[in-house]
């Protein structure tokens, strides 16, 4: 049941388009596996081979974490409504730095510039799999709207509130390993 593809074509585009929320999955070794809920307005098609989100500051930073130390990054899709469908893109990963030349290219040409309160990071993945399945299995939820609570958590803490947060919280994982978040450069 499982078919791959060879690229993000405009039916996984269409797809993507069609949902609310899709799941990041990393790990490095000897560190637990991180699996993140992810909303889709944070989400885009940079071509037929590379995505990225916009990352905002949560509780960990396990992603980035993995990502320095080992790379691989799986994102999933699923239908939670309408014929069913899963969607994963399988690759290596990267942290793009805020306030660097790199993240300032992807806000404006993929997120129109403009930068909801609390990002921290832009996670870009070079794809070198896509491939869907049936989704069969996968139940059926009727979307009701948006949570407001991490944007207005991070607007309430401000840009000095949310840099003593990310030092507090954000700097290593629950493994201990360094998300290079606070690196030179």
Request: charged share 25%.
């Amino acid at each position: 049941m499982a078919k791959q593809l060879p690229c993000i074509d405009a039916s996984c585009r269409d797809f993507i388009d069609r949902q609310r929320i899709f799941f990041a999955a990393s790990a490095a070794p000897g560190a637990r596996v991180n699996l993140s809920p992810r909303g889709t307005d944070a989400f885009a098609v940079l071509d037929d081979k590379t995505v990225a989100y916009l990352d905002r500051t949560g509780s960990g930073n396990e992603t980035a974490a993995h990502l320095r130390a080992d790379g691989r990054l799986t994102l999933m899709f699923c239908a939670f409504d309408g014929p069913p469908n899963i969607l994963r893109f399988y690759g290596r990963g990267e942290v793009v730095r805020r306030g660097s030349e790199a993240y300032r290219d992807i806000l404006a040409q993929a997120f129109d510039g403009k930068e909801p309160a609390g990002v921290r990071q832009i996670v870009r993945l070079h794809v070198d799999r896509v491939q869907t399945s049936c989704g069969y299995g996968t139940p059926l939820f009727d979307y009701r709207g948006e949570r407001p609570s991490l944007g207005n958590w991070a607007s309430a803490k401000g840009e000095e509130g949310l840099e003593a947060y990310r030092r507090e919280k954000n700097a290593l994982s629950i493994d201990g390993l360094p998300t290079g978040l606070f690196d030179g450069g």
